[in-house]
């Protein structure tokens, strides 16, 4: 017999970005997930109830006083494996903080005892509004998982955070969640920074010394530390990927950029984790126009001078006490001996160390490493999805916490 389907309700409240909410719907129901829909009111002026049921395949409904037989009221959330609103509008952030139940969602939401996740999207103004920074922070202190939106284009001609994020990124949070189960979001109230992808140190306007991260381990720290209820600030460098949900993006290319995106974050930052592969040496001179081809002469060779150790600053000198940093070592031989010698010589609280080769670390969708922690334990990661090495770091992390 083949499992029963996750049940997933998604709710939608009356915002914009409701039409948004058909792509998520759309990915959840085709990743095996059953899905129903229970739109507000107000959602219903922006997606009509045809639609959420014709994609979803489930009867959908806005209030409590259809087929009452089978109580939906109650029924729906203390079914589901996992609630999503998205959007969440100011309104419904409100009503959730404080317990109303005048409809089907609001209803679900105090019924439901399972893992929820609120997608906020409204204009910036709603969003940094102090009632609706409380009812964020009461959900928050209360286990939900509140993405940050985004930033970008919003209703009508305004731009600003409040954007709601892709549905592929809402989609990767839900994901996450789900496999987390009934699991606490134990980042919750905490501030993450992640380093991700390569610096790329400039010898002329068109050419630069590269490395080959992909940046892809960094961003699956950054949602899964997202999806555990994280406020998370990633400094990305180079990996030209979409923006996770709920996650700060600062853009750097050089190692020096890198560095001061990162020192900035850190002065508030619970925990570091500098995934990203920052370059150990750049061009000591940057030629303002292209070096050219010179007939019959030899290229002048190119010096280098070396960049900050930026893991072994944030190691020396904490931006507060108890921060925990964690550093990566990518290493081709004597792994795990370089692995010890590293973390001595960095100090920080964590290295995961892992072998560069084929199917695995650069540009891979899986790793295989060992976390070494300063206080002499090893754990071992068997080869497996990225995401699943982040959700151990994160767990080696949690205990280390003040
Ligand atoms: C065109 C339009 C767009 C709106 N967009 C948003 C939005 O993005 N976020 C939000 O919080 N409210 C938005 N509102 C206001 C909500 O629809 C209003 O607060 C409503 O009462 C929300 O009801 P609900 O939370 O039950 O869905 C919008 C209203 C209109 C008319």
């Not at 100011?90 to 929820?116: E, F, I, Q, S, Y």
């Not at 928050?140 to 892709?166: F, M, Y």
């Not at 508030?268 to 040496?281: H, I, K, S």
């Not at 007939?295 to 930026?310: I, K, M, S, T, W």
Request: a negative charge.
């Amino acid at each position: 017999m083949s499992e029963p389907k996750p049940k997933v309700v998604l709710g939608v409240s009356g915002g914009i970005a409701a039409y948004k909410a058909c792509e998520l719907l759309r990915r959840l129901t085709e990743s095996g997930h059953d899905v129903r829909v229970v739109p507000t009111a107000s959602a219903l002026h922006f997606v009509g109830a045809a639609t959420w049921s014709a994609l979803s395949g489930n009867p959908v409904s806005d209030q409590v006083w259809e087929d009452v037989h089978e109580v939906p009221h109650v029924r729906i959330g203390q079914a589901a494996d996992l609630v999503v609103v998205a959007p969440c509008t100011a309104d419904m952030l409100a009503k959730a903080a404080h317990g109303l139940a005048d409809d089907l969602l609001t209803n679900t939401l105090l019924t439901a005892r399972c893992p929820v996740v609120f997608a906020p999207a409204m204009h910036t103004e709603m969003w940094e509004h102090p009632a609706t920074r409380e009812n964020v922070a009461t959900l928050r202190r209360r286990g939900a998982v509140v993405i940050e939106p985004a930033v970008g284009r919003l209703t009508g001609v305004d731009t600003g955070k409040g954007r709601l994020p892709d549905p592929a990124e809402i989609f990767e949070v839900c994901r996450r969640v789900l496999a987390r189960g009934a699991a606490e979001p134990d980042l919750a109230g905490r501030h993450v920074v992640v380093s991700a992808g390569g610096t790329r140190e400039p010898l002329d306007p068109v050419r630069y010394l590269g490395n080959r991260s992909s940046g892809k381990q960094g961003y699956a720290l950054a949602r899964t530390a997202a999806a555990r209820g994280a406020r998370v600030t990633l400094v990305e460098a180079n990996t030209g990927m979409p923006d996770p949900a709920g996650v700060d993006v600062v853009r750097v290319g050089t190692a020096l950029q890198l560095r001061e995106a990162v020192l900035k974050a850190a002065a508030d930052a619970d925990v570091v984790v500098m995934a990203a592969a920052v370059a150990d040496f750049r061009p000591a001179a940057y030629a303002e126009g292209k070096i050219k081809k010179r007939e019959g002469e030899e290229p002048a060779p190119v010096a280098l001078v070396r960049n900050p150790d930026v893991l072994a600053e944030l190691s020396a000198d904490r931006a507060r006490p108890g921060q925990v940093v964690v550093g990566f070592a990518a290493e081709t031989d004597d792994v795990l001996a370089n692995g010890r010698d590293k973390l001595r010589r960095k100090g920080c609280d964590l290295l995961v160390v892992n072998e560069v080769g084929e199917r695995r670390t650069f540009g891979s969708e899986e790793n295989e490493a060992v976390v070494l922690g300063s206080d002499g334990t090893e754990t071992p990661v068997p080869h497996g999805p990225k995401e699943d090495l982040a959700d151990t770091v994160w767990d080696l992390v949690v205990p280390r916490l003040p």
